[in-house]
Nanobody, 118 residues
């Protein structure tokens, strides 16, 4: 069984920084990439950032100047550092992993709410 657990969300003021973390648990799992997406009610889920085991990294054009994604490979943990948060960053942030355990699948966490408001 593969499980993703996000942490680090909350209510923050505009302009501050926030770090989200996601830990993948499970045995005999091969990870190809880990990603962060976000979703606002009524809108489609948006890919924010992704990091592959190969070292390739993707950052959405909408946030690339303010975010960084990093991964602790030995701990199967991925982090999303967000700076200078705007109210438009308010969303539920989801962690996902493209991984293989018996079969290849894109696993998702439950999400963590980030609210940017003064």
């Amino acid at each position: 069984q593969v499980h993703l657990q996000e942490s680090g969300g909350g209510l923050v003021q505009p302009g501050v920084s926030l770090k989200l973390s996601c830990a993948l648990s499970g045995t005999d799992v091969t990870i190809y990439s880990m990603s962060w997406s976000r979703q606002v009610p009524g809108k489609e889920r948006e890919l924010v950032a992704s990091t592959a085991t190969t070292g390739n990294t993707y950052l959405s054009d909408s946030v690339k100047d303010r975010v960084n994604i990093s991964r602790d490979a030995g701990k199967n943990t991925v982090h999303l550092d967000m700076n200078d948060l705007h109210s438009e960053d308010t969303a539920v942030y989801y962690c996902s992993a493209d991984a293989y355990r018996q079969y290849r699948f894109n696993y998702w966490g439950q999400g963590t709410q980030v609210t940017v408001s003064s």
